[in-house]
T-cell receptor, first 116, second 117 residues
Framework: DAGITQSPRHKVTETGTPVTLRCHQTENHRYMYWYRQDPGHGLRLIHYSYGVKDTDKGEVSDGYSVSRSKTEDFLLTLESATSSQTSVYFC???????????????FGPGTRLTVL | AQKVTQAQTEISVVEKEDVTLDCVYETRDTTYYLFWYKQPPSGELVFLIRRNSFDEQNEISGRYSWNFQKSTSSFNFTITASQVVDSAVYFCALSEARGGSQGNLIFGKGTKLSVKP
């Protein structure tokens, strides 16, 4: 158990409304990630963070922003949700010990977001 | 550019059959990592294995085994004597061996395995 929680676990919202998803970890991992999972596409990286206030874009970052003001929390914001952002969102952490990392990631339980 | 291909979208087998899930990757790096993840119907993503590019030994863990062949850029996953509980979507992934931001994972699109009783 990598100590990752996501909130909310389910959300239904309307087009044009802002939405924020939260990822919380309890083990002080430096790297955190947001993915979306859609049928036929597998997992695609939205944004990632390599430290407090250090973030970068992934493959499908348009329409999303992120913030990391504390090590334990990584927030994903949809400024104005669209139906194409209906998806399951996963947060992940990368485990690293003493500067050594093998790059495997461990995932949170996911958030199912529906944009009507 | 890195790429992972899982050509089998769905596989259906009967319990106790052996099944192999294929994974073919592309990378220009000489050192890299390969991974398999399992996503059961409950939805969570479970890490199964990591393989380093410099270690081509096959690995066996109970009914699971992995065959890594650099010559064909493949990292196939075999389940022996499949069980209903093996029903899941399985993802293969690749990353550069460098740490930091270069170590991001590239996922295949997944193979859905259904094991019928």
């Amino acid at each position: 158990d990598a100590g990752i929680t996501q909130s909310p676990r389910h959300k239904v919202t309307e087009t044009g409304t802002p939405v924020t998803l939260r990822c919380h970890q309890t083990e002080n991992h430096r790297y955190m990630y947001w993915y979306r999972q859609d049928p036929g596409h597998g997992l695609r990286l939205i944004h990632y963070s390599y430290g407090v206030k250090d973030t970068d874009k992934g493959e499908v970052s348009d329409g999303y922003s992120v913030s990391r003001s504390k090590t334990e929390d990584f927030l994903l914001t949809l400024e104005s949700a669209t139906s194409s952002q209906t998806s399951v969102y996963f947060c992940a952490i990368k485990s690293a010990e003493a500067g050594l990392t093998y790059n495997e990631q461990f995932f949170g339980p996911g958030t199912r977001l529906t944009v009507l | 550019a890195q790429k992972v291909t899982q050509a089998q979208t769905e596989i259906s087998v009967v319990e106790k059959e052996d099944v192999t899930l294929d994974c073919v990757y592309e990378t220009r790096d000489t050192t890299y990592y390969l991974f398999w993840y399992k996503q059961p119907p409950s939805g969570e993503l479970v890490f199964l294995i990591r393989r380093n590019s410099f270690d081509e030994q096959n690995e066996i863990s109970g009914r699971y085994s992995w065959n890594f062949q650099k010559s064909t850029s493949s990292f196939n996953f075999t389940i022996t004597a499949s069980q209903v509980v093996d029903s899941a979507v399985y993802f293969c992934a690749l990353s550069e061996a460098r740490g930091g931001s270069q170590g991001n994972l590239i996922f295949g699109k997944g193979t859905k395995l259904s094991v019928k009783p």
